[in-house]
């Protein structure tokens, strides 16, 4: 299947269509990717301000998307791992 659909007339397609890109929608959905990220970050972090710790932002941000990563490969598997790299970067 995968033969199939990389013939040399679907992959003149694909590059028909990567050079018909609208670069500002490309763009908007980057900046909102990110800012969804970011909001995710300071959520998770907004909780662990309450009990006393103050995770960096950047740290926070990191550590969501070693998780997101991590659930690519084990469902669910990238909350623990979150929790573990928080704690060793922010002593918590």
């Not at 995770?55 to 997101?68: A, D, E, L, Q, R």
């Amino acid at each position: 299947m995968v033969y199939k659909d990389l013939t040399p007339e679907n992959i003149s397609d694909i590059n028909k269509s990567f050079h018909e890109i609208n670069y500002v929608f490309l763009l908007l959905s980057v900046l909102f990717g990110i800012f969804s990220h970011l909001s995710r970050a300071w959520r998770w972090k907004y909780p662990l301000n309450h009990l006393g710790y103050k995770p960096k932002i950047y740290n926070s941000f990191f550590t969501t998307m070693i998780g997101y990563f991590a659930n690519m490969g084990i469902p669910r598997s990238g909350e623990i791992l979150r929790c573990g790299v928080m704690s060793k970067y922010e002593n918590i």
